[in-house]
């Protein structure tokens, strides 16, 4: 399977503790973005990484929030001192930068805060 | 004004019926557009981009109006895999080329 992928697919944990999410991309796109979604709300834009500069975080990207893509490929997002607000399903996807970039997504972690 | 706003439905509508959903954003400057398909608890997977002169897939339909900011998705013919979730997805200019997601339009095609 060559598509993007995700790990682990669903995640427990009690509040104050700390997750951390993997994303693979598809090999040979340079692009990769990390959204939140939750129900009823389309996916919320939360960073993106062209290679391995992180370029844009939103502002709903809190301190406890962090995500690296140290060498341009798979990249992981940790989230510390969990909240149950912090409840969503965490997807990733990638592009090839260019005309008609269009971006492939993750099958997403789903993420559940006692 | 929310970036990208679109009607959550549900839509509810016989097999074999012609349906529309439309999608209006606030950025004059988007420069890219795009329909999207989520099935319940999956990930969002691309419908088709959203080309000025407008485009068609099979039964499906894209419209794009820059004048009046808003772009329109056409099923023909429904059947019952297509229920799911439509979004819309616009994308902005400049180096960081914004990706912004509509809430989604559910859809419910009735046998």
């Known amino acids: 399977d060559t598509g993007v992928s995700q790990n682990p697919r669903h995640k427990i944990t009690k509040r104050g503790q700390n997750v951390t999410f993997r994303c693979d991309p598809i090999?040979?796109?340079?692009?990769l973005y990390w959204y939140r979604q939750t129900l009823g709300q389309g996916p919320e834009f939360l960073t993106y990484?062209?290679?391995?500069?992180?370029?844009?975080k939103s502002r709903l990207l809190s301190d406890r929030f962090s995500a690296e893509r140290p060498k341009g490929s798979f990249s992981t997002l940790e989230i510390q001192r969990t909240e149950q607000g912090d409840s969503a399903m965490y997807l990733c996807?990638?592009?090839?930068?260019?005309?008609?970039?269009?971006?492939?997504f993750g099958p997403g972690t789903r993420l559940l805060v006692l | 004004r929310k970036e990208v706003e679109q009607d959550p439905g549900p839509f509810n509508v016989p097999e074999g019926a012609t349906v529309a959903f439309n999608c209006t954003y606030s950025?004059?400057?988007?420069?890219?557009f795009f329909w999207y398909r989520q099935d319940c608890r999956k990930e969002p997977k691309l419908l088709m981009s959203?080309?000025?002169s407008g485009n068609e897939d099979g039964r499906f339909t894209a419209q794009l109006n820059r004048a009046s900011q808003y772009i329109s998705l056409l099923i023909r013919d429904s059947k019952l895999s297509d229920s799911a979730t439509y979004l819309c997805?616009?994308?902005?200019?400049?180096?960081?080329?914004?990706?912004?997601f509509g809430t989604g339009t559910k859809l419910q095609v009735i046998p």
């Open positions: 090999s040979e796109h340079n692009r």
């Open positions: 959203v080309y000025s």
């Open positions: 996807a990638s592009s090839l930068e260019g005309l008609g970039e269009t971006q492939y």
């Open positions: 950025n004059s400057a988007s420069q890219s």
């Open positions: 997805v616009v994308k902005g200019s400049g180096g960081y080329q914004k990706v912004t």
């Open positions: 990484f062209q290679n391995e500069a992180q370029l844009e």
